[in-house]
Nanobody, 124 residues
């Protein structure tokens, strides 16, 4: 499956953004999906994931209550709604697909396919 992420940008503290990741291929609906981020000089970290059928996502503690992951399998799309953005959310965000139906907040090694990153910059 190929993944295309979009929706990043430069925003101010407290703003919202919605990231979108569109997948190609018939198997999208069978994969758990996740969002990761990588800030300059830091390792890539898991932000959120969602099981193959959607439903309740798993979130990093740093984003709980502010970010929401969702998916629309009919559109082969996964979203990350980011609210109340903080400067520490600044990073390149990546979407990823795992050939498993659910992975929880798993590390990057659990994922098999990656989209290109989209940059989110939060400033005061």
């Amino acid at each position: 499956v190929q993944l295309q992420a979009s929706g990043g940008g430069s925003v101010q503290i407290g703003s919202s953004l919605r990231l979108t990741c569109v997948g190609s291929g018939r198997s999208f609906s069978e994969y758990a999906m996740g969002w990761f981020r990588q800030a300059p000089g830091k390792e890539r970290e898991s932000v959120a994931s969602i099981p193959w059928r959607g439903g309740i996502g798993a979130y990093a503690d740093s984003v709980k209550g502010r970010f929401t992951i969702s998916r629309d399998n009919a559109k082969s799309t996964v979203y990350l709604q980011m609210n109340s953005l903080k400067p520490e959310d600044t990073a390149v965000y990546y979407c990823a697909a795992a050939t498993r139906r659910r992975v929880g907040l798993a590390p990057s090694s659990y994922y098999d396919y990656w989209g290109q990153g989209t940059l989110v910059t939060v400033s005061s």
